[in-house]
């Protein structure tokens, strides 16, 4: 398996086959608590900016904010270090930073094996096993876990039974196990274990297709106006190496009109030129008729000819049959979307990936992020139609990954600018941001003169006009040693370092580690000397100019030791970097490649972002009561939280009450 | 044909009829039903005697190797004499078997009708097929009422001679859609509500043998093999607990079977 693989494959996809035995432990928490009459609203919105919704606003198209904000208040709110949603949220739901919850950055590595892992949680299939020829017999239950630690504030509203709703909060996957309705958000994986692995089925395949990440292109060839391939599921544990579960789909075309079948397991959907289909439940078989894996798909029938192109969403976890625990109760997935209809449940489903990658054109991408934006309000109507009393905390990501993608389109600085394009491609961001006016309203009809209520935005958003490769920095001035320089063009993952000749490395969008003795396997850096190093990196790093505009990369490198507190603290990079507007980490870099540049324009449309420095990405407050604090922060909002209900935050929260 | 199976499934309307506001309860009440007829049919088609007569030849050889099991050779003949009884016991079951088949596959196809496919879902699409006997008509339509849209030209697959349209009904109810071919008009049923609503049938055919499978309704005339709406499964929950109802079935109806074989004396 490459280092890319292990990644991209976190082991959610193999506990999928063995973890039918974790949900019905989160059953035995759930129950009834107790009426209260009082009630706290949090609308969280993803990424949307003070600036942005100022603008549009200003613009006309957000009456209902317009309202809000003329008798409440509206305020930037203090975001986390590093601005990355895993972090940002884990801040929220803890009421502390990082040294408390230990989520660093969405990529962390295990300082043993020095192989990179996804941050938020970690699957490993069943430890026992008997084999019988190539049938592997799981005797212990997969195991899928949480990796935040510190509390949640939604544990403590339950431990004192107020009644909570928390609707798709990020960094909560699996749920946490507790007496309140929870549906997971950011972290939930498709059946896959990827954070979402789209499919494309064409006759006429991109140059790039191997080097799709995100996805998958399979190459077809029809013959008699048909064709047959398969989709991929989770990885099967019950054979031996775990190979990838398949499911068989046979598609026709008709001769000449532009219209195509798609079948599978006895089930089929016919979809014009153009069209989506609704959600269709795919079942992998993993060992014949005893277990399988239950997921489910969109499909979008892209072209039908001259060449034949077909999207298959991720295979999402079905919440009317979950493969792994998604909610407490485990039947509250299945509740919500019984009334309001299947949705997404990856983490962040809009298929940016598939517009990157050039399998969506922009008005595809824009069409898909309105299904999810679809979903979710009704979602939203479903759960709030279900809420009188208590804690209500709803999520949306439309903002936050529609402004990353579409950014580019309403910016005639950026370099993708494209003054021709469409006014709905142009108009996209503002559109979702109208959009979130429509909650509002409709959230606002359940918001009374006993209601404490809160929108809020993990950060805010920047522009992405150039890259910055840290890891080619450190190896061009020496930090880094590459075992053989000639692999350099292919090395990824930490796999070609030379650790006794190694300082420190970057991992991650923000992330720099020394290499340390004691900590890393094969670490160098004494200890002691790791305080001086670190600063010597920092000031030369924020001193670094980008070679073609002459400007500073790096407002601010923090000192992890000067910024974290708390008992995870010692496992934090040692350097975070906080990027000037306009620059963010390459992603070559997050991988742990050298590109030859250090610096180059951005050409992915993923060409917005908020990685950089905390203070020019903050995210937004609003809130119907007068808020105290001067600069508040999102950790502040759970003791906050927590004071409404008369409650004392615990110990570990670090975040202060804002409200008068 | 088409009579039988009006009369067939007339009787088994009557039969789940009590149980229009459960029907799981139906479900049981046909399988313990089905256990019984079985149960019947086999004391009348079979040599109780010789059954009886096999049943006790099995048991002394098995009791001749626990008696004498430091005999090697009573052991390994009593172990032949208990092999070959046992095919002359399958032999003595051959003919009552032979007559409780049909019933049992007339029995499942009716039960089909009713715990096989749900009805579709309004606002839900769905797939209609027409296979034509002889080539395909390429110039096929399928027209519906206004409660039903109907949302695509023909998908027509030559090599199968099949022809598919997605349907989106619009409304709960019973709206009949009509394909077009060649001149003539040929009906289809669809059947449109919650899911708990009666029978249920997803295939208009032609042919003897295929209409004896697909009762619902009246039988094609030539040119045409089927109609075929693909309906969602419905979802037959007993006690809690989803079951396929051919599992339900097949359980019951045997314990039924095995636990009324005395009140029947019946040596099964």
């Known amino acids: 398996m490459k280092r890319r693989d292990f990644l991209k494959v976190t082991g959610t996809g193999a506990a999928v086959a063995a973890a039918g035995g974790v949900a019905p432990l989160l059953e035995a928490c759930a129950g009834k608590a107790r009426p209260l009459g009082r009630k706290v609203v949090v609308l969280a919105i993803d990424g949307m900016d003070p600036e942005l919704v100022r603008r549009f606003v200003a613009r006309g198209g957000m009456p209902t904010f317009k309202k809000f904000i003329e008798g409440n208040a509206f305020m930037p709110l203090g975001t986390s270090l590093p601005p990355q949603s895993p972090v940002a949220w884990s801040d929220f739901i803890t009421g502390a930073g990082p040294g408390v919850h230990g989520i660093f950055d969405f990529i962390h590595r295990d300082p043993e094996t020095m192989l990179p892992y996804l941050s938020i949680s970690r699957s490993t299939p069943p430890s026992k096993t008997v084999k019988l020829g190539r049938l592997v017999i799981p005797l212990t239950g997969g195991k899928v876990e949480n990796l935040r630690r510190g509390p949640c504030f939604w544990e403590v509203l339950a431990r004192n039974d107020v009644p909570a709703v928390v609707f798709k909060c990020p960094s909560n996957f699996p749920p946490v196990k507790v007496r309140a309705k929870t549906v997971s958000g950011l972290g939930t994986p498709d059946i896959r274990g990827t954070y979402g692995t789209f499919s494309y089925y064409t006759d006429d395949p991109p140059a790039d297709a191997d080097e799709f990440t995100g996805g998958e292109c399979i190459p077809i060839r029809l013959w008699e106006e048909a064709f047959t391939a398969d989709l991929t599921g989770p990885a099967n544990t019950f054979r031996e190496n775990s190979p990838p579960a398949k499911l068989r789909l046979t598609v026709y075309r008709d001769p000449t009109r532009d219209v195509a079948k798609i079948t599978w397991g006895g089930d089929e959907v016919i979809l014009k030129k153009g069209e989506w289909s609704g959600w269709h439940r795919v079942r992998f078989k993993l060992a014949g008729p005893l277990a399988d894996a239950v997921g489910m798909v969109r499909f979008y029938l892209k072209e039908v000819r001259p060449h034949f192109r077909l999207y298959v969403s991720p295979v999402n976890i079905d919440p009317l049959e979950p493969a792994l625990p998604i909610s407490t109760p485990s039947k509250y997935a299945a509740q919500v979307a019984r009334r309001a209809g299947r949705y997404y449940t990856q983490g962040f489903p809009e298929d940016t990936k598939a517009l990157s990658h050039d399998v969506f054109g922009e008005e595809e991408y824009l069409a898909q992020a309105e299904i999810v934006l679809r979903e979710r309000l009704a979602c939203l109507d479903e759960t709030l139609a279900d809420f009188d009393d208590g804690f209500y905390y709803f999520y949306f990501s439309s903002i936050d990954q529609n402004t990353h993608m579409m950014w580019r389109t309403m910016d005639p600085k950026h370099p993708l600018y494209r003054p021709d394009a469409p006014p709905e491609v142009k108009g996209a961001v503002e559109h979702f941001y109208r959009a979130m006016d429509g909650a509002l309203a409709r959230t606002l009809a359940k918001v009374d003169d006993r209601t404490t209520f809160f929108i809020i935005s993990d950060h805010g958003f920047a522009p992405f006009y150039r890259e910055f490769n840290v890891n080619t920095w450190l190896l061009d001035n020496g930090y880094i040693a590459l075992a053989d320089p000639f692999r350099r063009a292919e090395t990824e993952f930490l796999d070609n370092i030379d650790w006794g000749r190694t300082l420190a490395y970057g991992l991650g969008l923000n992330s720099v580690y020394l290499n340390l003795r004691g900590r890393e396997p094969r670490g160098i850096v004494e200890p002691e000397e790791a305080a001086a190093l670190a600063a010597k990196l920092a000031a030369e790093l924020e001193a670094y100019r980008d070679p073609e505009t002459g400007k500073r990369v790096l407002v601010k490198v923090y000192k992890s030791r000067d910024c974290y507190r708390g008992p995870a603290a010692a496992e934090a990079p040692e350097l975070v970097l906080g990027f000037a507007r306009g620059y963010r980490l390459a992603d070559d870099s997050a991988a742990v490649e050298f590109p030859k540049r250090i610096c180059k324009v951005r050409e992915d449309k993923w060409a917005a972002d908020h990685c950089i420095d905390p203070p020019h990405v903050r995210g937004v407050l609003f809130c119907n009561k007068p808020v105290a604090a001067k600069a508040p922060a999102l950790k502040d909002l759970a003791p906050t939280i927590l004071k409404e209900f008369g409650l004392e935050p615990p110990r570990e929260m670090t975040g202060r009450p804002i409200l008068a | ?268």
Request: proline share 6%.
């Open chain 2, 1 to 268: 044909m088409w009579y039988f199976n009006l009369a067939f499934t007339r009787l088994f309307d009557a039969l789940v009829w009590p149980f229009r506001v459960w029907p799981a309860g139906g479900l049981l009440f046909v399988s313990v039903v089905a256990g019984v007829a079985m149960l019947l049919i086999f004391k009348v088609t079979s040599n109780q005697r010789a059954i009886r007569r096999t049943r006790d030849l099995i048991r002394a050889h098995m009791l001749a190797m626990r008696l004498f099991r430091d005999d090697a050779a009573v052991v390994v003949e009593s172990q032949k004499k208990v092999l070959r009884t046992n095919l002359t016991y399958l032999r003595y079951a051959v003919v009552p078997i032979v007559f409780i088949l049909p019933v049992v596959v007339l029995i499942m196809v009716q039960l089909n009708l009713r715990y096989g496919p749900a009805p579709a879902r309004p606002g839900e699409a769905v797939v209609v097929k027409a296979v034509f006997e002889g080539a395909l008509d390429e110039g096929a339509t399928l027209a519906a009422s206004p409660e039903v849209a109907v949302e695509t030209p023909a998908l027509r697959i030559p090599y199968e001679r099949e022809a598919d349209w997605r349907v989106r009904p619009l409304e709960a109810g019973t709206f009949e859609l009509v394909l077009k071919s060649r001149g003539k008009d040929w009906g289809k049923k669809l059947v449109v509500g919650p899911p708990a609503v009666g029978r249920v049938s997803s295939r208009r055919v032609s042919g003897v043998w295929a209409q004896l499978m697909n009762p619902g309704e009246r039988p094609l005339s030539s040119n045409l093999k089927a109609i075929e709406v693909k309906y969602p499964s419905r979802e037959n929950k007993i006690l809690g607990l989803r079951v396929h109802w051919i599992i339900t079935f097949f359980v019951v109806s045997l314990v039924a079977a095995f636990a009324l074989k005395g009140v029947f004396r019946t040596e099964v």
